[in-house]
C-alpha cells in the first residue's frame, strides 16, 4: 500500500508541473496530505497568495507577463494556460522539490519520498531568486532589492530564515511572518521621539533605527511605504511618506528619484512641524502596501492595506528650543 502512494507521489514529482496536478487528481499523495502543520502555515502565508493577492491581480490583470509570473507563479511556464497550478503561488514544490527529490537541511531517513540535504535552503541563496531583482528594462536599477539591502548592511540578524521562519519547537514557521504580521511588524523599528516649541510652531521629531529587520523598512514591493504620522490636540496634523520614489514616463524606464526609507543600519530623522505651540503631540508609525492616495483608488479594503507599526503620545516642555529625553 505504502509504495502504491510512493510510486505516485514520485511518478508526480519526477514530472513536470502538468503532470503533478494530474496526479493530484488521481488521488497521488501531495505534500499538504503528510506535512499538515506546514501546509496549515503556508496556506496563510504570502507565499500561497502570490499569485491571488487581490494587489497582484490587480496588476496582472492589465498586463499579464511572463516576467512577473516568474516569481508570482513560479510553478507554471505560462500562467495564463494552467491557471489552477499558477494559482498555487509559491507552493511546497517550488522551495523544496528538485526533480524528484526533495531538499531538506536534515534528512531523518523516515521520509516515505527521496530527500537530500541542501545546506542552500537554510541560507538567504533559498530566497535570492525572488527577493533581488532589476526592472527588467532597467539593469542594475532594482525591483526587488532586500538580499543587496541585507548584504550591504553585513548580514544583520543572520539568514532572512531567522527572522521570517521563526523555529516552533523543532520545526521552522511556514506562514512566513513579515509585514503582515503584527507582531513581526511592531519590532521591526525602535523609534525615539522628541519635541519642543520653536517659535509659533511645535517641532515632532522621530529618530527610526531598523533595529529589528535585516534590510531597509519597509523593504520589498516599491510601492512600499512608511507613514509616519505627527498631530496636536487642535486637530492639526503633518505626515510623511517614506519609500522608494520614482518618476513614471510612459515607455521608458522608471528613473529612481530618492529612497527615504529607514536604512538597515543607521538613523532615519524625520521631522514633522505643527502650527502653532501644542503642549501635547501624538504621534504614529504605519505600514503600508501602496501609498495611501492609490490604497484609496484600488477600492480594496482599509485594512488590508495598512497597519500600525507604533504609536504614542509626549508632553511637549513649556520652554522654548527645551527637549523632551
Ligand atoms: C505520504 C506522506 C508524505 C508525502 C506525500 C510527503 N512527505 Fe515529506 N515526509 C514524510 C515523512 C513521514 C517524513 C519524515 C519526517 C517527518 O515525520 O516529518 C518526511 C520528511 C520530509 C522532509 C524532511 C527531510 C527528510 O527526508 O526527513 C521534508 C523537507 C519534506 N518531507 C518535504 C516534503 C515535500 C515538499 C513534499 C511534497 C513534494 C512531501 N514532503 C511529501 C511524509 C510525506
Ligand atoms: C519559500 C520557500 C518554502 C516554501 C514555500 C515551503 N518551504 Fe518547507 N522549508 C523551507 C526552508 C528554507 C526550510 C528549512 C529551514 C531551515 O531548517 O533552516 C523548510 C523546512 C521544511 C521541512 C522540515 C521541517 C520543518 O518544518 O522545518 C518540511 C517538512 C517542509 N519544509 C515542508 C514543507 C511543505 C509541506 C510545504 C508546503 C505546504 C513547504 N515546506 C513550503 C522553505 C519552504
Ligand atoms: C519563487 C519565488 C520566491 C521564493 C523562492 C521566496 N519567496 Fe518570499 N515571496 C515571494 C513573493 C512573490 C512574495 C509576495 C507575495 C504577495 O505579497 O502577494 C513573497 C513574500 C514574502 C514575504 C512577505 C510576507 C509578508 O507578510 O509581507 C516574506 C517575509 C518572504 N517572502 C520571505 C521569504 C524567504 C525568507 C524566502 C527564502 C527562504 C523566500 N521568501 C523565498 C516569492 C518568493
Ligand atoms: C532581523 C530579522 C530579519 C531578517 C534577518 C530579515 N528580515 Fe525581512 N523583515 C523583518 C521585519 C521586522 C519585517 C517587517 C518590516 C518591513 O516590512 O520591512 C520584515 C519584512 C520583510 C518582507 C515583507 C515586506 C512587505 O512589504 O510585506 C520581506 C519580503 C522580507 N522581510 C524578506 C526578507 C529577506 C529575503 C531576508 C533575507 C535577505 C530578510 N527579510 C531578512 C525582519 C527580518
Ligand atoms: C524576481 C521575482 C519577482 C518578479 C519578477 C516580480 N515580483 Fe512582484 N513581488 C516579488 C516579491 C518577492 C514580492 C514581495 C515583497 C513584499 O512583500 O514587499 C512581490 C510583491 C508584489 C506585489 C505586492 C503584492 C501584495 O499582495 O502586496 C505586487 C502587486 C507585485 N509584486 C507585482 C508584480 C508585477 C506586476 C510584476 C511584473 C511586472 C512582478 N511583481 C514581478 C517578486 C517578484
Do not use: Y
Not at 538613523?267 to 503600508?288: C, Q
Amino acid at each position: 500500500m505504502r509504495w502504491l502512494w510512493v510510486i505516485g507521489l514520485l511518478a508526480a514529482c519526477a514530472e513536470p508541473a502538468t503532470s503533478l496536478d494530474a496526479g493530484r487528481a488521481s488521488s497521488a499523495k501531495a505534500c499538504e496530505d503528510c506535512h499538515a502543520e506546514e501546509a496549515r502555515e503556508h496556506a496563510r502565508s504570502a507565499h500561497a497568495g502570490a499569485f491571488t493577492s487581490p494587489l497582484f491581480a490587480r496588476e496582472w490583470a492589465l498586463a499579464p507577463s511572463a516576467f512577473c509570473a516568474r516569481c508570482h507563479a513560479p510553478r507554471v511556464a505560462n500562467a495564463l494556460d494552467e491557471p489552477e497550478l499558477a494559482a498555487r503561488g509559491v507552493d511546497c514544490e517550488t522551495c523544496h522539490l528538485d526533480g524528484d527529490t526533495v531538499r531538506a537541511t536534515r534528512v531523518t531517513g523516515t521520509a516515505p519520498h527521496p530527500s537530500r540535504v541542501d545546506p542552500a535552503l537554510a541560507t538567504t541563496d533559498a530566497c535570492r531568486g525572488c527577493h533581488q531583482v532589476d526592472f527588467p528594462s532597467s539593469p542594475g536599477q532594482a525591483l526587488q532589492d532586500t538580499v543587496a539591502e541585507w548584504e550591504a548592511a553585513g548580514a544583520p540578524g543572520g539568514a532572512c530564515q531567522r527572522c521570517h521562519m521563526p523555529r516552533a519547537g523543532t520545526r521552522r514557521r511556514h506562514d512566513f511572518p513579515g509585514a503582515r504580521d503584527q507582531e513581526t511588524l511592531a519590532r521591526a523599528l525602535d523609534v525615539r521621539v522628541s519635541a519642543a516649541h520653536d517659535g509659533w510652531s511645535t517641532q515632532a521629531t522621530l529618530a527610526l533605527e531598523a533595529a529589528g529587520a535585516g534590510h531597509a523598512v519597509p523593504t520589498g514591493d516599491v510601492f512600499r511605504r512608511l507613514v509616519v504620522r505627527a498631530s496636536d490636540d487642535a486637530g492639526g496634523e503633518r505626515a510623511v511618506e517614506l519609500g522608494r520614489h520614482f518618476v513614471f514616463s510612459d515607455g521608458a524606464p522608471w528613473r529612481p528619484l530618492r529612497d527615504d526609507r529607514v536604512p538597515a543600519v543607521g538613523v532615519r530623522e524625520v521631522t514633522l512641524r505643527l502650527r502653532g505651540r501644542a503642549s501635547r503631540v501624538r504621534w504614529a508609525v504605519e505600514h503600508w502596501s501602496v501609498p495611501p492616495e492609490t490604497a484609496a483608488r484600488t477600492g480594496l479594503p482599509r485594512e488590508t492595506l495598512h497597519r500600525e507599526l507604533a504609536r504614542g503620545a509626549l508632553d511637549v516642555p513649556a520652554t522654548d528650543g527645551a527637549r523632551a529625553p
